[in-house]
């Protein structure tokens, strides 16, 4: 059992992947990391595991959903289950909300590794003037391979 150092997180990145259409049934709560069953969701899990996490165990960086309906969530969060996709018609109420969800998460002023095809999420993101990298992997086996990378390069592969 890893245990996290104290104040671990605080000054590098932080990792946020774009909800997704697909969740497991049931109305929860379920923990964000488990909820989503798309490709990076899935490729983060197994990531998890191959490295010896548990499934109580955070990771030493943080890792948010970034969700239409929750906004910025960090992953071992419950949340029950829900279907609301964000439309470009939102964004001018969207953005301002995520700013204050940046800032209750102490994400606001932090460099953002974003994982996901969404681009309203990254627009979004961009717009609250968050320092944001895309990981922009061709297709979803480049993402998920970039996702992979990137968590060994930052996390560790041991």
Known sequence: MRALMEGAGQEGPVLVIACGDKKIG???????????????????????????????EDLPIPVYVLSAKHLL???SERIPHYDKKLTASELPRYIPALRQSLRKHGVEGRDIVYAGPRPLYLEALEATGSNVTRLSGKG????RKELKAWLDREVGNG
């Open 26 to 56: 049931g109305r929860g709560p379920h923990r964000v990391r488990d909820i989503y069953k798309g490709p990076l969701w899935s490729s983060y899990r197994k990531w998890r595991r191959d490295h010896g996490y548990g499934d109580d």
């Open 73 to 75: 969530m960090p992953d």
């Open 140 to 143: 979803w086996g480049g993402m």
